[in-house]
């Protein structure tokens, strides 16, 4: 059974930073992408980052891009999401989620999806 779970959000002030976490069990990792999604209230889920388990290459939405930094621990059956310089709008519900193939930002791709993580970001 493929599990994920989402830790490590919060509540912190503009301009701090933060880090997620996703244990994910049940897979094997190079077989698969990993992302970030996050959904604000009212919004659609939109996803920001994705990793490439097998090329290790990376994707970022552009509103992210040199402020939030995904990367993995295989020994640890681990992913990351380092987000610095946070703002206000970076405020939601992030998940991680695990789709076989190619990074996408859709999450109707995505099999398996932890529970989520509050992110509140304050001005």
């Known amino acids: 059974e493929v599990q994920l779970q989402a830790s490590g959000g919060g509540l912190v002030q503009a301009g701090g930073s933060l880090r997620l976490s996703c244990v994910v069990q049940?897979?094997?990792?190079?077989?698969?992408?990993i992302a970030w999604f996050r959904q604000a209230p009212g919004k659609e889920r939109e996803g920001i980052t994705c990793i490439d388990m097998g090329d290790k290459k990376t994707y970022y939405e552009d509103s992210v891009k040199g402020r939030f930094t995904i990367s993995r621990d295989n020994a640890k059956n681990s992913v990351y999401l380092q987000m610095n310089s946070l703002k206000p709008e970076d405020t939601a519900v992030y998940y991680c989620a695990v789709k076989e193939g190619s990074c996408s930002a859709n999450a109707n791709e995505y099999n398996y999806w932890g529970q989520g993580t509050q992110v509140t970001v304050s001005s």
């Open positions: 049940g897979l094997t990792f190079d077989d698969y992408v």
